[in-house]
């Protein structure tokens, strides 16, 4: 058995993908709990669900285009006011706030820049 901190070190970096009080507060709920259920650790290890509802472009959160994990978040405050309005079309809901995936990205910059070349050929 290792002490507390090499325990917190391991902890810490399983569930780097939650915030820091959130960390804290489940690892003190679990080092201090006596006898700690079996139904709780099965719910912390496998509640996809915490991932889903973590809006922030956490490292391994998942994308709120391709619900895909990712850890290659790209920089949405910097995308042209067009792939903006691309994504818009197609996803309503989304907020820049809620960053996308590089991969995403990527596809709306190619499938954006596509567009504007056929706008030329036809014009
Ligand atoms: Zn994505």
Redesign the pocket.
Known sequence: MGNEASHRAAFERAFGFWDEAKREQVFRGLWDEQAPRHADLVDIACDPREVRTLHKSSPGAL?P??D?P?FGWADAAALTPAITAAISVEFPAWEVSQS??G??RKTYVVAVAAAGARQMQLA
Do not use: Y
């Open positions: 994308c285009l391709c895909f990712t996308l995936c991969r995403c």
